[in-house]
């Protein structure tokens, strides 16, 4: 079956340190890559996607994620965070033979201390 | 322009009785997903209505179901409460055409089973 596993539960980082969040699917196929955000009390927020070409994909607030097809991964990572990083952070695939259903990781929570 | 909206935010039900959770796409969106987001994990694709038709489900039973109107709105029936059908329910709107980049969630239904 298809999974998403994201290795970290809950991640905790003072400001201005580097971040690299876990993400790991389990599919042979094709797919397509996504990192949601969900701040506290706000709904699920795309961060980056990515689709085909460059494996090094940059999104929002200065994140970026690296899609590597030999190890099923794509580590979301910024170079330095802030207190308002913090969040829950979920990982998806989208695979052809899910269809246009996203399959989510369990979340990684990240608490940053200013 | 509105995003997705969806009613109530929380409600509180008794094991076997129904339930039904209503969503409104963001603007110019005509394809709506139900995800069940369980505490603790990433939220679980429940089926997606295009055209007023259930065009794809998740591993969810019967129990479940959905209506999609002319105007593009849904709802989410569940029947036969259960314990373990407390969560999240998050509603995503897109454009059938789209390739899912524009996902919009909203920020969902609590729902407490007792």
């Known amino acids: 079956a298809q999974s998403v596993s994201q290795h970290n539960h809950h991640v905790i980082l003072s400001e201005a340190a580097s971040l690299e969040l876990g993400c790991n699917y389990s599919?042979?196929?094709?797919?397509?890559l996504f990192w949601y955000v969900q701040y506290p009390g706000q709904h699920l927020q795309l961060l980056l996607k990515?689709?085909?070409?460059?494996?090094l994909v940059k999104g929002i607030k200065g994140f970026e994620a690296e899609f590597i097809k030999s190890k099923f991964s794509f580590n979301l990572r910024k170079p330095s965070v802030q207190w308002s990083d913090t969040a829950e952070y979920f990982c998806?695939?989208?695979?052809?033979?899910?269809?246009?259903?996203?399959?989510f990781g369990k979340g990684t929570t990240l608490s940053v201390s200013s | 322009d509105a995003g997705v909206t969806q009613s109530p935010t929380h409600l509180i039900k008794t094991r076997g009785q129904q339930v039904t959770l209503r969503c409104s796409p963001k603007s110019g969106h005509d394809t709506v997903s139900w995800y069940q987001q369980a505490l603790g994990q990433g939220p679980q694709f429940i089926f997606q209505y295009y055209e007023e038709e259930e065009r794809q489900r998740g591993n969810f039973p019967d129990r479940f179901s959905g209506h999609q109107f002319p105007n593009y709105s849904s709802e989410l029936n569940v029947n036969a409460l259960l314990l373990g059908d407390s969560a999240l329910y998050l509603c995503?709107?897109?454009?059938?055409?789209?390739?899912?980049?524009?996902?919009?969630f909203g920020s969902g239904t609590q729902l407490s089973v007792l």
């Open positions: 599919y042979g196929g094709t797919v397509n």
């Open positions: 990515y689709f085909s070409g460059d494996p």
């Open positions: 995503a709107s897109s454009l059938q055409t789209g390739t899912n980049e524009k996902l919009f």
């Open positions: 998806a695939v989208m695979t052809n033979q899910a269809g246009t259903a996203l399959i």
